[in-house]
Antibody, heavy 118, light 109 residues
Framework: EVQLVQSGAEVKKPGESLKISCQGS????????IAWVRQMPGKGLEWMGI????????RYTTSFEGRVTFSADKSISTAYLQWSSLKASDTAVYYC???????????WGQGTLVTVSS | QSALTQPASVSGSPGESITISCTGT?????????VSWYQQHPGKAPKLMIH???SRPSEISSRFSGSKSGNTASLMISDLQAEDEADYYC?????????FGGGTKLTVL
């Protein structure tokens, strides 16, 4: 069974750094891109970009380039999303998902709620 | 980058059929056969319902179907059931990116 399990909720202050994780199982993790999707409170889904665990190739969408960093460690089947300096506007649920053929997201993590507040 | 355009809300009674539209441009919906639809219940992760415009994952009910004409894709849900009440999002490939629609809240009356 394919599963993506994300790290738990985080509460941070503005300016702090953060790294959240997404561990895959039930498939060959290094052969599928992992996508990151943001959902701000009460809002819709936003595409952030993708990372390939096999070769660490990364594609950020314009809106998020320079604001977040993707990475992956194929040896432990885990992808990461990190911030160096959080802002209140980063408060959201962040989902990882397996990026399948045809640009669809066929399996999703449960989401990680990130709250940034002073 | 602007999202794909979806109606904010649609509604229908149990047993009826509804359609949710998703309008883009020739740079996304109209240019690729790569439209997907997702269902999201409150507090839950999205779930893939349709991919490649009209293909259904094996576990998804045949009551859900997808189509596309020009720059507009559509999700049809037939024989509406209470558990279909959720938010629905479309997405499309756009160059090296993917773009989502703004989402549609489906209410089952």
């Amino acid at each position: 069974e394919v599963q993506l399990v994300q790290s738990g909720a985080e509460v941070k202050k503005p300016g702090e750094s953060l790294k959240i994780s997404c561990q895959g199982s039930g498939y060959i993790f290094s052969t599928y891109w992992i996508a990151w999707v943001r959902q701000m409170p009460g809002k819709g889904l936003e595409w952030m970009g993708i990372v390939h665990p096999g070769d660490s190739e990364i594609r950020y969408t314009t809106s998020f380039e320079g604001r977040v960093t993707f990475s992956a460690d194929k040896s432990i089947s885990t992808a990461y999303l990190q911030w160096s300096s959080l802002k209140a506007s980063d408060t959201a649920v962040y989902y990882c998902a397996r990026f399948s053929r045809g640009s669809s997201l066929d399996y999703w993590g449960q989401g990680t709620l990130v709250t940034v507040s002073s | 980058q602007s999202a794909l355009t979806q109606p904010a809300s649609v509604s229908g009674s149990p047993g009826e059929s509804i359609t949710i539209s998703c309008t883009g441009t020739s740079n996304d919906v109209g240019g690729y056969e790569y439209v997907s639809w997702y269902q999201q219940h409150p507090g839950k992760a999205p779930k893939l319902m349709i991919h490649d415009v009209k293909s259904r994952p094996s576990e998804i009910s045949s009551r859900f179907s997808g189509s596309k004409s020009g720059n507009t894709a559509s999700l049809m849900i037939s024989d509406l059931q209470a558990e279909d009440e959720a938010d629905y999002y479309c997405s499309s490939k756009r160059g090296r990116d993917v773009v989502f629609g703004g989402g549609t809240k489906l209410t089952v009356l």
